[in-house]
């Protein structure tokens, strides 16, 4: 158990630097399991707690420093300490090493709990943080520490600041060209104090500080002067009116542009309803960030009242702008501020407008419950006809989706598009991500433009922004210039109209263009199971019967019985006139093709009833059809791999496997070895129970291998 909590990416020098329990790694971005260095023994000599997981030291805190230092801090079992960590600075010279005389507090750069939340950046020398700052997790607070400036927070027990927030990120995002003006901005959550139903409500939250300031003079004396903070909202509008929204902030990515003024915010948001479970993506533009901070604030008249919009008059230098030049340099710092100002930005921390979201609506909506999410990274690529957002979705069992979202303007609405289920997560480098979670590191590619076959189509219906048919394969697509071949380059991520842009191409590939044969075996009042699985995730899939003495074929009619899954077509009970052949037809962007076709066949019960007792009576070591451990000597088959051979069926190790499934629970072979000529009695309803169509939702990389 390494107990991870900490990645840093170091591009130039190739390395990745993981923090965990009492130690540091330092990977090599190529090959993260080979050539790595480590700091171990970070651990407190002294621990007074009796815990024994309380006695360790997390390392929560690792930035860059200076070119020849990290800085770490961690939790030292429950007595926070910070240290450098000594780096090489030639690709070469892979350094690392503690610096250990130089061990200092950490109080106010690293919580004491472990598993408190908690942010931080580093900002030229400086240390901002969000945290805990006490022992006992009660005193939340925002801090700059480290600086040659003074040490500075929010002042304490002012709930009107922060009430219970949980700490999600925090950024530094420039206004402008004068570094004076830079604003530090901290996503969270927290107890709302304007909800006015539901004292409880929590809200999701930007607040931001200047970055040099330094407090007042004599009101907010080493605190924060310029802290402002606003709701950012994350709902999709309702018909009557009424927005469901998602509250609880989980995530923020920030996607840097070409302008380091105006990188965008994409937000993942939980929902705190107890009746309601989802997920919900938000994406900001720092213009609407900057207009709710330069508009009107809130206002509280007294304990009794509600905030309100404040009309009245602002004091002058406005309250939470910085000590600049380009505010008109009157103040050359915030302990300058009139005395009028400063109590003004006391009082009013909330400011009235809230953020909306682009297209104020989320881009993506998952409420299916299919995953917990827990992390979003956003890579935005130049593709044939546009650009793309492509979202690395993070969930908790670490399936990664790639996810991109296009807005259709006429309808108002998003269109999903998930291109891919990865295993894996966050930092990445040169087309890698790197992937943390608390026991391990990876490393994933992310494109596998292979992946989707090889043929024009597949690759178009594919949709996937990084990736274009070049004439003969599937493979990644660079924009126009760095492309010198484009012409031959197909790509069409907004429609997927595999028919226009495959035109005089090959079409259809090998692959797609067969339909597979097969047969099946049911047996009567028995589950069964046709297995037929799209290519692509978006492909729609429709299942056709033609009857046996039948020329039609026509739509199979879905009901409690005959259940479609994403696995295939389940029977929960079959019937003697459900045997025919089936065809498994996947729609996608009007191209129809039959993947599969099935003949089933069912075995009436009669059928089954007199071999069965026939075989009983021969050699019940031989004939049972759920092994009782080592009763079937090995090599040998199965009594009913012999019966399917002579109706002419081969795949052994399909029927061993469905056999298995739906006979051969545990409970059965317990059964059996207590009374072996009880099996075929067996109880209908704990079959049912054991089908139940979920157990059929493999994810589908666990399909594909
Ligand atoms: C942190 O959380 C983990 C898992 O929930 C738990 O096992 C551990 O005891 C917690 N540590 C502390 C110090 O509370
Ligand atoms: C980087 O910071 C460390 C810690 O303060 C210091 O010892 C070292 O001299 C600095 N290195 C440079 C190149 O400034
Ligand atoms: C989202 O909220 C639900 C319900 O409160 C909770 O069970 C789940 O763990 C939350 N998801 C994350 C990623 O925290
Ligand atoms: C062979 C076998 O398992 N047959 C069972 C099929 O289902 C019926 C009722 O659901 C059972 O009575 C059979 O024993």
Request: proline residues 4%; contains cysteine; neutral net charge.
């Given at each position: 158990?390494?107990?991870?909590?900490?990645?840093?990416?170091?591009?130039?020098?190739?390395r990745?630097?993981?923090?965990?329990?009492?130690?540091?790694?330092?990977?090599?971005?190529?090959?993260?399991?080979?050539?790595y260095?480590?700091?171990?023994?970070?651990?407190?000599?002294?621990?007074?707690?009796?815990?024994?997981?309380?006695?360790?030291?997390?390392?929560?805190?690792?930035?860059?420093?200076?070119?020849?230092?990290?800085?770490?801090?961690?939790?030292?079992?429950?007595?926070?300490?910070?240290?450098?960590?000594?780096?090489?600075?030639?690709?070469?010279?892979?350094?690392?090493?503690?610096?250990?005389?130089?061990?200092?507090r950490?109080?106010?750069?690293?919580?004491?709990?472990?598993?408190?939340?908690?942010?931080?950046?580093?900002?030229?020398?400086?240390?901002?943080?969000?945290?805990?700052?006490?022992?006992?997790?009660?005193?939340?607070?925002?801090?700059r520490?480290?600086?040659?400036?003074?040490?500075?927070?929010?002042?304490?027990?002012?709930?009107r600041?922060?009430?219970?927030?949980?700490?999600?990120?925090?950024?530094?995002?420039?206004?402008?060209?004068?570094?004076?003006?830079?604003?530090?901005?901290?996503?969270?959550?927290?107890?709302?104090?304007?909800?006015?139903?539901?004292?409880?409500?929590?809200?999701?939250?930007?607040?931001?500080?200047?970055?040099?300031?330094?407090?007042?003079?004599?009101?907010?004396?080493?605190?924060?002067?310029?802290?402002?903070?606003?709701?950012?909202?994350?709902?999709?509008?309702?018909?009557?009116?009424?927005?469901?929204?998602?509250?609880?902030?989980?995530?923020?990515?920030?996607?840097?542009?070409?302008?380091?003024?105006?990188?965008?915010?994409f937000?993942?948001?939980?929902?705190?309803?107890?009746?309601?479970r989802?997920?919900?993506?938000?994406?900001?533009?720092?213009?609407?960030?900057?207009a709710?901070?330069?508009?009107?604030?809130?206002?509280?008249?007294?304990?009794?009242?509600?905030?309100?919009?404040?009309?009245?008059?602002?004091?002058?230098?406005?309250?939470?702008?910085?000590?600049?030049?380009?505010?008109?340099?009157?103040?050359?710092?915030?302990?300058?501020y009139?005395?009028?100002?400063?109590?003004?930005?006391?009082?009013?921390?909330?400011?009235?407008?809230?953020?909306?979201?682009?297209?104020?609506?989320?881009?993506l909506?998952?409420?299916?419950?299919k995953?917990?999410?827990?992390?979003?990274?956003?890579?935005?690529?130049?593709?044939?006809?546009?650009?793309?957002?492509?979202?690395?979705?993070?969930?908790?069992?670490?399936?990664?989706?790639?996810?991109?979202?296009?807005?259709?303007?006429?309808?108002?609405?998003?269109?999903?598009?998930?291109?891919?289920?990865?295993?894996?997560?966050?930092?990445?480098?040169?087309?890698?991500?790197?992937?943390?979670?608390?026991?391990?590191?990876?490393?994933?590619?992310?494109?596998?433009?292979?992946?989707?076959?090889?043929?024009?189509?597949?690759?178009?219906?594919?949709?996937?922004?990084?990736?274009?048919?070049?004439?003969?394969?599937?493979?990644?697509?660079?924009?126009?210039?760095?492309?010198?071949?484009?012409?031959?380059?197909?790509?069409?991520?907004?429609?997927?109209?595999?028919?226009?842009?495959?035109f005089?191409?090959?079409?259809?590939?090998?692959?797609?263009?067969?339909?597979?044969?097969?047969?099946?075996?049911?047996?009567?009042?028995?589950?069964t199971?046709?297995?037929?699985?799209?290519?692509?995730?978006?492909?729609?899939?429709?299942?056709?019967?033609?009857?046996?003495?039948?020329?039609?074929?026509?739509?199979?009619?879905?009901?409690?019985?005959?259940?479609?899954?994403?696995?295939?077509?389940?029977?929960?009970?079959?019937?003697?006139?459900?045997?025919?052949?089936?065809?498994?037809?996947?729609?996608?962007?009007?191209?129809?093709?039959?993947?599969?076709?099935?003949?089933?066949?069912?075995?009436?019960?009669?059928?089954?009833?007199?071999?069965?007792?026939?075989?009983?009576?021969?050699?019940?070591?031989?004939?049972l059809?759920?092994?009782?451990?080592?009763?079937?000597?090995?090599?040998?088959?199965?009594?009913?791999?012999?019966?399917?051979?002579?109706?002419?069926?081969?795949?052994?190790?399909?029927?061993e496997?469905?056999?298995?499934?739906?006979?051969?629970?545990?409970?059965?072979?317990?059964?059996?070895?207590?009374?072996?000529?009880?099996?075929?009695?067996?109880?209908?309803?704990?079959?049912?129970?054991?089908?139940?169509?979920?157990?059929?939702?493999?994810?589908?990389?666990?399909?594909?291998?």
């Amino acid at each position: 158990y390494l107990g991870l909590h900490i990645m840093l990416l170091d591009e130039y020098q190739e390395r990745l630097f993981v923090g965990g329990k009492d130690l540091l790694y330092s990977l090599n971005l190529d090959r993260v399991n080979e050539n790595y260095r480590e700091v171990k023994h970070l651990k407190p000599e002294e621990c007074v707690i009796r815990n024994k997981d309380e006695c360790a030291n997390y390392i929560r805190v690792l930035h860059h420093f200076n070119r020849t230092h990290l800085l770490a801090c961690g939790t030292g079992a429950f007595d926070p300490l910070c240290t450098f960590i000594r780096v090489g600075h030639q690709l070469e010279d892979h350094l690392f090493q503690l610096e250990s005389h130089r061990l200092e507090r950490g109080r106010g750069r690293c919580p004491f709990d472990p598993n408190s939340s908690f942010i931080s950046t580093l900002i030229g020398n400086e240390l901002f943080t969000g945290l805990y700052s006490d022992y006992w997790g009660r005193d939340a607070a925002i801090f700059r520490t480290m600086s040659r400036l003074t040490h500075i927070r929010t002042e304490p027990d002012d709930e009107r600041l922060l009430k219970e927030p949980k700490f999600v990120d925090s950024y530094m995002i420039p206004d402008n060209e004068d570094r004076d003006d830079n604003k530090v901005y901290f996503f969270f959550t927290e107890k709302s104090l304007e909800a006015e139903t539901g004292a409880h409500a929590i809200y999701s939250r930007v607040g931001r500080v200047c970055a040099n300031d330094i407090g007042g003079q004599r009101i907010l004396v080493n605190k924060w002067s310029t802290f402002l903070k606003t709701r950012l909202i994350c709902s999709v509008p309702g018909m009557n009116g009424i927005d469901t929204y998602f509250d609880e902030l989980e995530d923020v990515f920030l996607l840097q542009t070409r302008d380091n003024k105006n990188p965008v915010i994409f937000g993942l948001f939980n929902t705190t309803s107890n009746i309601f479970r989802g997920y919900a993506i938000c994406v900001y533009h720092m213009a609407i960030v900057r207009a709710a901070f330069n508009g009107p604030y809130a206002h509280k008249e007294g304990p009794e009242y509600h905030w309100s919009l404040y009309e009245g008059k602002v004091p002058y230098q406005r309250p939470g702008s910085c000590a600049s030049k380009v505010n008109g340099g009157l103040y050359s710092t915030t302990k300058d501020y009139p005395d009028e100002a400063v109590r003004f930005a006391r009082s009013h921390p909330l400011m009235y407008q809230p953020i909306k979201p682009v297209h104020k609506r989320p881009i993506l909506v998952k409420t299916d419950g299919k995953y917990n999410i827990k992390q979003i990274a956003v890579d935005r690529v130049e593709a044939e006809d546009g650009q793309y957002d492509v979202l690395f979705i993070g969930t908790d069992t670490g399936v990664v989706l790639k996810v991109i979202t296009i807005y259709n303007q006429d309808t108002e609405s998003m269109e999903e598009v998930i291109l891919e289920e990865l295993q894996v997560f966050k930092v990445w480098h040169s087309q890698q991500l790197y992937v943390g979670s608390k026991t391990t590191v990876t490393q994933v590619k992310f494109h596998q433009c292979d992946m989707y076959g090889t043929a024009c189509a597949d690759c178009c219906l594919a949709r996937d922004p990084y990736c274009a048919w070049d004439g003969v394969s599937c493979s990644r697509y660079y924009p126009i210039g760095i492309q010198a071949k484009r012409r031959f380059r197909r790509q069409d991520v907004r429609h997927g109209n595999a028919a226009q842009q495959c035109f005089g191409q090959q079409l259809i590939g090998e692959a797609m263009e067969k339909t597979e044969e097969r047969l099946a075996y049911g047996i009567e009042y028995n589950s069964t199971l046709l297995e037929c699985t799209p290519r692509t995730l978006q492909a729609k899939v429709i299942w056709f019967v033609q009857r046996a003495h039948e020329t039609r074929k026509e739509e199979v009619k879905t009901d409690d019985r005959i259940v479609k899954m994403d696995l295939g077509l389940l029977f929960l009970r079959l019937h003697r006139t459900d045997a025919g052949t089936y065809f498994c037809q996947t729609v996608e962007h009007s191209i129809v093709h039959t993947v599969r076709k099935i003949t089933l066949e069912v075995v009436e019960e009669e059928r089954i009833e007199e071999m069965f007792n026939k075989d009983y009576e021969e050699d019940i070591a031989h004939k049972l059809p759920c092994p009782v451990q080592s009763s079937i000597p090995q090599g040998s088959k199965p009594w009913y791999k012999e019966f399917l051979q002579l109706i002419g069926y081969s795949n052994f190790q399909r029927v061993e496997e469905y056999c298995e499934k739906v006979w051969c629970t545990d409970k059965k072979r317990k059964k059996l070895k207590m009374s072996p000529s009880k099996w075929k009695y067996a109880n209908p309803q704990e079959k049912k129970a054991r089908i139940k169509p979920e157990h059929y939702r493999l994810p589908r990389h666990a399909v594909d291998s």
